[in-house]
């Protein structure tokens, strides 16, 4: 049985970062492919509306209404805009039969409101704040090795690393949700207000936020989508 290693929180330096990058790269070479290779050779958005396990992870109830798939497609790129909350979510459902992830170049991540608040299983999440100069050689590597993979890259890349990063994660399998509307991204969920409550005159605290949320996407998703959910602060 292939070791399982723990992430107890950020990484701390560079040494951290290629540990870290070394174990997901390892469990890669671990992960059945069959379903992903098969997706190699049909477009993103002629994939069969099926139920099969093996071709998608779950999702929140709640959110279930914005996919055009009974659940988190795996190979696909979906886009998560505007919430950090939106992403916990999404996070906590798609671990929830044992899964693996990682949140890369997002060092304001709330790690603790993920755990607590929303469920997310931090010991199988591999939490990158800061991926460097050669960010898209380690944001590969994650999606080789996880099965989700939440990155937030630099406003400047380019569509042909965008267009690489994709294929990688439909040849692997990997769910790969940039925190940016990529081209090309089989769907885009974004967040287009939030009303936050708990707040009385002058006193209380934040207790819940309502989120307004859009999606749209190529093929089957390209009919926008709307739900309105409402999830604890992410501080």
Request: aromatic share 4%.
């Amino acid at each position: 049985m292939a070791e399982r290693r723990t992430w107890a929180g950020a990484t701390r330096s560079a040494a951290d970062v290629r540990t870290i990058l070394d174990s997901v790269n390892r469990r890669g070479l671990e992960r059945a492919t069959t379903t992903a290779l098969a997706e190699v050779v049909r477009p993103a958005e002629g994939a069969e509306l099926t139920s099969d396990a093996s071709k998608v992870l779950p999702v929140d109830p709640r959110l279930a209404g914005l996919l055009p798939w009974p659940g988190l497609r795996r190979g696909a790129t979906i886009a998560v805009v505007g919430s950090t909350s939106l992403l916990m979510v999404l996070l906590a459902a798609g671990m929830s039969q044992g899964s693996w992830a990682a949140v890369a170049g997002m060092p304001t991540f709330g790690a603790l409101a993920a755990g607590q608040d929303y469920g997310v299983p931090l010991d199988r999440v591999a939490m990158i704040p800061e991926l460097g100069l050669d960010w898209p050689r380690a944001a590969a590597a994650l999606v080789d090795g996880v099965d989700l993979v939440v990155l937030a890259a630099p406003p400047d890349v380019t569509e042909p690393v965008i267009r690489s990063l994709q294929a990688r994660a439909r040849q692997r399998g990997t769910v790969l949700i940039p925190t940016s509307a990529w081209p090309g991204s089989d769907l885009v969920i974004e967040c287009t207000n939030k009303v936050w409550t708990g707040l009385g005159n002058g006193h209380g605290r934040l207790r819940a936020q309502e989120l307004t949320l859009t999606a749209t996407g190529r093929g089957r998703a390209a009919r926008p989508r709307t739900a309105t959910v409402v999830v604890p602060p992410d501080w």
